[in-house]
């Protein structure tokens, strides 16, 4: 039996060579079952035009296969499956089964229904995606870091590729926060105070489960990332929101008593605000009173194209006090997954012996690619260009915001890659949202943002991260449209 040509086709969001996409392509339907032992392959000159390629590129791909014994060759007839290509699972039985477990009860914890949205995974196709944390590949220096990724895949490296380190972490990875990426923020930090982690949301997973009980007190900034409220439920400790103001977290509002405190003094999530120097001198003030630690959340400080930042909160503790979460995977690109912990020995100690019964560490070659992407300056060049390029796209954007008058509720004053806003109060963002998809505007409405049952569904976030400049004017009309036709 022979397969027809038209079950073959090349995806078009395929990656690799087009010899390489035959190969996966034939394989992928030996493997799935769908092409058997003993069939007959159209011939190398039919799947050359069937596909668009040239002849020599299918002959390579099937000869290939065919040393990989997927295919095999018969004289003066052409390729058939191998009678030794690999089976396909078995997945049938003979009876259908049926799930008869009560899940309702058969489940310890739920960790499903918390706050955090879930973002659309096709962003790119919109024509205006004011979308939040996502990697503007016109930006992003491939080059280089693909010729970071291979040099770690070098002999030298082959420790670095293979080894378990069990709860440690790359060396120089961390030999380059603690000199470099550390000091910048004003913070001073031995090998054993720093761990590297699983992105920031990794980090602050960590530090929830080792600081926090059912019985012990979190406070959170209201509003807040809605991860990490949803971190913190999951560890069912008690949840106390403080309401935010222009300057972040006022410490005159926190409560009398709290074990943890979360913040992000230097950009706040999600209004950017960014706490005075007195300020977070209270807050430590504060804390002391009460015995509390605090969590800083540091993230985006990189992005500060407007004027330097202030250092951290970090910088300014005298106590061992503060415990510090950074992230290179908001100025490197989200997929990367890195980021660390910083904190006094016995709390690293701790999150250390859990990270290595969850994951053991982050893969070795992930952390020696970024070690080399930070040493040789190629990092330092990508956030310099991301800030200039985000400086002109936020002035396009404060623009077209005063041009249509749309109130903005918080801009970050030293740059940030977002700007939040606030709607009529009658608008509800979440309702606009889907209308504006179906012009092609991507935002993010704001009530996931904010804790309780009665939260504000009027405020929104813009972002210009990933979004040409030429297209923020255009998709600020379209969105200024849809809220004067919601209005009326």
């Known amino acids: 039996m022979a397969i027809p ?41 039919k799947l050359a035009a069937h596909l668009g390629v040239s002849r020599i590129t299918v002959t390579l791909a099937l000869t290939e296969l065919q040393a990989n014994d997927y295919l095999e060759a018969r004289d003066r007839s052409g390729y058939y499956v191998s009678e030794n290509a690999p089976e396909p699972p078995a997945f049938t039985t003979s009876t259908p089964r049926a799930d008869t477990i009560d899940w309702t009860r058969a489940l310890g914890r739920r960790f499903t229904g918390g706050d955090t949205p879930e973002k659309p995974q096709d962003w790119a196709r919109y024509p205006y995606p004011f979308i939040y944390g996502q990697t503007d590949p016109a930006l992003f220096d491939h080059t280089n870091w693909r010729h970071c990724a291979l040099r770690a895949l070098g002999q030298k490296d082959f420790q670095a590729l293979t080894a378990d380190y069990y709860d440690q972490d790359d060396p120089e990875l961390i030999e380059f926060i603690a000199r470099h990426t550390l000091p910048r923020r004003g913070i001073l930090a031995q090998p054993s105070e720093i761990l590297v982690t699983m992105g920031a949301q990794n980090a602050l997973w960590l530090t929830a489960q080792v600081l926090l009980t059912q019985r012990r007190r979190a406070v959170i900034e209201n509003p807040c990332y809605h991860a990490l409220r949803d971190i913190l439920t999951q560890s069912r400790c008690h949840l106390l929101p403080v309401n935010v103001d222009r300057d972040g977290l006022p410490p005159e509002a926190l409560p009398d008593q709290a074990d943890v405190i979360f913040t992000t003094p230097s950009h706040q999530a999600p209004t950017n605000a960014t706490m005075p120097r007195a300020r977070r001198e209270a807050l430590l003030a504060k804390a002391a009173d009460m015995g509390a630690l605090i969590v800083e959340d540091d993230y985006e400080f990189e992005v500060s194209f407007l004027r330097a930042p202030l250092p951290a909160l970090k910088s300014l503790d005298t106590e061992g006090r503060v415990i510090y979460v950074g992230s290179f995977s908001k100025s490197i690109f989200p997929g990367l997954r890195l980021g660390y912990l910083v904190g006094s020995k016995a709390f690293i100690r701790e999150c250390r012996a859990l990270r290595a019964s969850v ?38 954007m404060e623009e077209a915001l005063s041009e249509h008058g749309l109130d903005v509720a918080g801009r970050g004053v030293f740059g940030g890659s977002s700007i939040w806003m606030e709607a009529p109060a009658h608008v509800d963002m979440g309702q606009l949202d889907a209308r504006l998809r179906k012009r092609g505007v991507l935002v993010e409405p704001g009530a996931p943002f904010f804790h309780g049952d009665r939260r504000p569904r009027n405020f929104y976030r813009l972002a210009y991260s990933s979004i040409p400049s030429e297209r923020i004017a255009p998709g600020i009309a379209l969105l200024a449209r849809e809220l004067a036709d919601f209005s009326g």
């Not at 690799?16 to 394989?27: D, F, H, N, R, Y």
């Not at 070659?365 to 936020?394: C, E, K, N, P």
């Open 5 to 45: 040509v038209e079950t073959f086709f090349l995806a078009p969001e395929a990656e690799g060579t087009l010899q390489a996409q035959i190969q996966q392509m034939i394989a992928q339907g030996i493997l799935s079952g769908r092409f058997r032992k003993g069939e007959k392959l159209p011939s190398s000159r």
């Open 359 to 396: 994951l053991r560490h982050p893969p070795g070659h992930i952390q020696r690619t970024a070690a080399y992407f930070l040493s040789l300056g190629h990092y330092d060049s990508l956030v310099r260009r991301m800030g200039q390029v985000f400086g002109r796209r936020r002035k396009v």
